[in-house]
């Protein structure tokens, strides 16, 4: 069984930063895809960045110029860093790592809000 584990969630004012990181039990070096979704209260999850295969990048639109995702292969580790945080990206964020259809894993989640 993989184990995903997030952490760097907190509280944070409006125009703040934060960096998420999600540990790996498992090389992450042959994953098809790392991601990260969140989900906010009342809401479905949803998509806030990913990485399919090694270089392919894609973002929701409402984070495009303000996430970034990244991955350190050497520590088995993704990484997102939120910038110019808005209270509408409060959420927890979750993480998430594929290797085939039968090996699909998620974290446990990590809050962020951000509030003033």
């Known amino acids: 069984q993989v184990q995903l584990v997030e952490s760097g969630g907190g509280l944070v004012q409006p125009g703040g930063s934060l960096r998420l990181s999600c540990a790996s039990s498992?090389?992450?070096?042959?994953?098809?895809?790392m991601a990260w979704y969140r989900q906010a209260p009342g809401k479905q999850r949803e998509l806030v960045a990913n990485?399919?295969?090694?270089?392919?990048?894609n973002y929701a639109d409402s984070v495009k110029g303000r996430f970034t995702i990244s991955r350190d292969n050497a520590r088995n580790t993704i990484y997102l860093q939120m910038n110019s945080l808005k209270p509408d990206d409060t959420a927890v964020y979750y993480c998430r790592a594929r290797w085939a259809p039968a090996y699909d894993y998620w974290g446990q989640g990590t809050q962020v809000t951000v509030s003033s």
């Open positions: 498992r090389s992450i070096l042959n994953s098809v895809i």
């Open positions: 990485i399919i295969n090694i270089g392919n990048i």
